[in-house]
C-alpha cells in the first residue's frame, strides 16, 4: 500500500485491499492506546517536552490513518481505488478463474431467478415452489404443465452478451488464461467469445430426446396437440440440457471446475452469493493469491478469505477496465 497526505496530482491512497484496511484499523486501535498510555504518564514525568514531541508523532500517524479509512468509506474514491486495485491483480494474474452467476447476465436483460421478474418470484407469487415446478420429476409426471408457456411469453427472447462477458473474452483473446465456470445456461460467453467455458448447470442451446437421445434444434423441436415437445420416433419428452431440480451435475463436470479453480492464481467470483451447492463447495478448492468479490450482496459463506469487494454490477465493473494480456 501507498499512500500520500497531500492531496495534489498524487492520489491519497493508490492502492488499499480489505486485509490492509483491517491493518490500518488495528494500527488506529494501537495508536489510541498508545497517545492514552502516554497521557498518564505525563502527569508523572519530567520529561514532558520529550513526551509532548511524541504525541505530536503518534496524533500525526493517527490522523493519516484515520484519513485513509474515511476516503476508503467515502464512496466515490473508493470505487475508483477498487476498480484500480482489481486492474492490478488481473494484470499480474497469469490463470484467472471467474466463477459467475445469474448477477451476470442481468445486464442483458435476462432477470435474476429471485429478482422481481425472475422465474423463482413469479411461481411464489401464484403460491407454487420453484424446486418442485422446476424439477424433473414434475416434468415427467406433468408434462403438460412444465411445458405450458408462461404468462406473457409471446416469442424467445435473444439475450446479447454484456460489457462483462466482452471483456472476459477479449482479455483470453489477448493471451490472458482465463477459465470461466459459471452456474448460467445461458451461453452468452460462448456468444462473446470465451473458449473455456464449464456449465455447472447446462445449457438452454442443446435439446435432446429423453428416451433415444435424439438431438433437436430449438426451432425444429416437434410438439404434440397439448404442447409437449416429443421426438416422432419414440414419443419421448425433448427437454433442453439444463439441470433440474432433483438432478446431479453430468459426471466431470464437478471434477473439471475444481481442476481449474485448484490451479489458478486470482479467482473473481461475481454476479452470485453462493447460497447453493455445488457452488458453496467450488470455491473452496482455490489455493492461489487473491480472491474478488463482485457482487451487490454479500456472500452466504463465511470460510473465504476475500482480498477485494466490488458491490457495483459486473458489466459496469468490468467496463472501467482496460484490456491486456
Known amino acids: 500500500m501507498s499512500l500520500c497526505l497531500d492531496r495534489g496530482s498524487t492520489p ?19 495508536l489510541f492506546f498508545i497517545l492514552f498510555s502516554n497521557s498518564l504518564i505525563y502527569k508523572n514525568t519530567q520529561s514532558r517536552f520529550h513526551l509532548h514531541k511524541t504525541n505530536i508523532f503518534y496524533v500525526t500517524q493517527l490522523s493519516a490513518t484515520l484519513k485513509i479509512i474515511e476516503i476508503y468509506f ?11 486495485q ?29 429478482s422481481q421478474e425472475g422465474t423463482y418470484t413469479k411461481m411464489e407469487e401464484k403460491q407454487l415452489n420453484p424446486k418442485i415446478r422446476m424439477s424433473k420429476r414434475f416434468m415427467l409426471e406433468n408434462p403438460e404443465e412444465f411445458f405450458k408457456p408462461r404468462d406473457n411469453q409471446t416469442k424467445p427472447f435473444i439475450p446479447e452478451p454484456n460489457a462483462g462477458h466482452r471483456f472476459l473474452a ?12 459459471t452456474q448460467n445456461v445461458d451461453g452468452l460467453h ?47 419428452i425433448i427437454r433442453a440440457d439444463v439441470i433440474l431440480f432433483g438432478e446431479n ?27 447453493v451447492y455445488p457452488a458453496k463447495t467450488l470455491i473452496r478448492h482455490f489455493t492461489g493469491s487473491e480472491v474478488v468479490v463482485i457482487n451487490q450482496s454479500p456472500l452466504k459463506i463465511k470460510d473465504v478469505q476475500v482480498d477485494l469487494t466490488i458491490t457495483e454490477p459486473v458489466g459496469e465493473t468490468f467496463s472501467k477496465l482496460t484490456v491486456h494480456a
Open 170 to 181: 477479449e482479455l483470453e483473446k489477448q493471451g490472458k488464461d482465463v477459465r470461466i465456470i
Open 86 to 114: 482489481l486492474q492490478h491483480y488481473i494484470h499480474q494474474s497469469k490463470k484467472i478463474a471467474f466463477f459467475g452467476g445469474a448477477g451476470v447476465s442481468t445486464e442483458s436483460g435476462l432477470p435474476d431467478y429471485r
Open 249 to 275: 451435475l453430468k459426471p466431470g463436470i464437478l471434477d473439471r471446475a475444481k481442476e481449474l479453480i485448484a490451479d489458478s492464481d486470482l479467482l473473481i467470483i461475481a454476479g452470485t452469493s453462493l447460497s
Open 190 to 236: 460462448q456468444k462473446a467469445g470465451s473458449k473455456l467455458v464449464v456449465e455447472l448447470h447446462g445449457n438452454n442451446r442443446h435439446f435432446y430426446c429423453m428416451e433415444c437421445g435424439r438431438e433437436y434444434p430449438y426451432n425444429e423441436i416437434p410438439r404434440d396437440d397439448t404442447n409437449v415437445p416429443r421426438c416422432p420416433i419414440d414419443n419421448g
Open 12 to 30: 491519497l491512497v493508490s492502492i488499499i485491499t480489505n486485509k490492509q484496511l483491517v491493518k490500518l484499523v488495528k494500527q488506529s486501535y494501537k
Open 74 to 84: 467515502g464512496g466515490g474514491y473508493a470505487l475508483k481505488n477498487q476498480i484500480e
